[in-house]
């Protein structure tokens, strides 16, 4: 019964957690469906042709404009590579696909507080500029070109489907005229129920680990592994396990958000934070997938300067937020609790649940299901399901 009680206890504080954020996730979808619907990804290649500064921030903004999942960034990365964008502002587009994504903020703010989504968000533009100088200093051109030519043998991954759909809308005419077009009301269904779809299995491991460890670890556990006795300790220590914590944990893309609760609850610090979230991108599968993409020296190489970087970044988050005053004091995340409860935001949980079912509805009856099966085919998928089917 012991087993029961404290198996009962972790699914119902993972379904709290579940039922406090389904309406920021739902948000955040939406909007980066939205947006992925006005960009074209045939236009991403073009304009990453090198890795000056101009050119980073633009790979920057249109990860940023694109798919949270881990897998299909990592898959969309190596397409733009193989279509001859650089090699590192590959990997910038790569990271901002994950971490500058809407919906990262919005549940970052929702499960924690404002001040992490700001530092999401100024933490990525560091990790950037970091990786940017670390590929110029550790990594020859030799090893770059070894890499593109291992790109160009078309292995295949995870989420390649999804990651070669272009659903953006054609045609001219102002944004909102687009977006309201029956085109453009198809395109964001399907943007909507496939970006849920790439990161479902991620974000509901996530929640029942954040769910198990919740109710199961003591917090006692959390204050050793975490130095919360000695506040210097606890600063250097926090970035640097971190990434550790996220590369065993198996869970990427928006998913590790409740891991971060759990781990800010428990201790870890502001900095450590953000360099959890920051390490979607070094799990061990995905890990496995750059081997298979762009061969063992350079996935060697992208473990350790993304680790490194990782790392850094929530230093000097910690160090500037600090003195600001930006950094929360509550460690309190509002979706850790045990039990469901109703609320203001139960509302906007039933708004989020009908705009689902609109958007389902159209993805249905427009071919979605077929869309579905493609997402995990074989790269550089071409042909009819690689855009909606027209409304009728």
Not at 272 to 291: H, M, N, S
Request: hydrophobic content about 55%; some cysteine; aromatic content about 10%.
């Amino acid at each position: 019964m012991r087993v029961l009680d404290a198996a009962g206890h972790a699914a119902e504080t993972a379904a709290s957690m579940a039922w406090e954020i389904w309406w920021a996730l739902v948000l955040g979808f939406y909007l980066s469906a939205v947006v992925e619907a006005l960009v074209r990804k045939d236009t991403i290649g073009r304009l990453l042709g090198d890795r000056r500064p101009k050119s980073l921030a633009v790979a920057a903004g249109l990860g940023a404009a694109s798919s949270s999942c881990s897998y299909a960034a990592v898959a969309l990365a190596r397409s733009l590579i193989r279509k001859g964008a650089d090699f590192v502002a590959a990997m910038a587009f790569q990271f901002a696909s994950t971490n500058l994504v809407i919906e990262l903020g919005i549940i970052l703010a929702v499960l924690l507080a404002w001040q992490f989504t700001l530092a999401e968000f100024v933490g990525g533009i560091i990790m950037i500029i970091l990786l940017a100088l670390a590929f110029r200093a550790f990594v020859p051109e030799q090893l770059i070109d070894e890499a593109r030519a291992q790109a160009g043998r078309g292995l295949a991954g995870r989420m390649e489907g999804h990651a070669a759909m272009d659903m953006s809308v054609t045609g001219d005419g102002p944004f909102w005229r687009r977006l309201l077009s029956p085109g453009g009301f198809t395109a964001t269904s399907h943007l909507y129920v496939m970006n849920w779809w790439s990161v479902l299995f991620d974000i509901v491991l996530g929640l029942a680990i954040a769910g198990c460890l919740a109710a199961w670890v003591p917090d006692s556990f959390w204050a050793h592994l975490f130095f919360t006795e000695h506040p210097l300790a606890a600063k250097l220590w926090g970035p640097l396990i971190a990434p550790a914590i996220s590369v065993v944990a198996f869970v990427c893309s928006i998913g590790n958000v409740p891991l971060a609760a759990v781990l800010w609850n428990g201790g870890i610090s502001f900095g450590g934070v953000v360099a959890f979230i920051f390490a979607d991108l070094i799990i061990i599968p995905i890990l496995l997938i750059y081997r298979k993409y762009y061969g063992t020296r350079m996935a060697v190489r992208m473990f350790a300067l993304f680790y490194a970087t990782m790392v850094v970044a929530g230093y000097i988050i910690e160090v500037v937020f600090a003195p600001l005053g930006l950094i929360t004091a509550i460690r309190n995340a509002k979706a850790i609790s045990p039990h469901i409860s109703l609320n203001s935001d139960t509302y906007l949980d039933i708004i989020a649940i009908a705009l689902t079912l609109v958007l389902v509805l159209r993805f249905l009856s427009t071919g979605g299901r077929a869309m579905l099966a493609m997402m995990g085919g074989p790269p550089d998928h071409s042909g009819p399901a690689a855009h909606p089917p027209s409304p009728t």
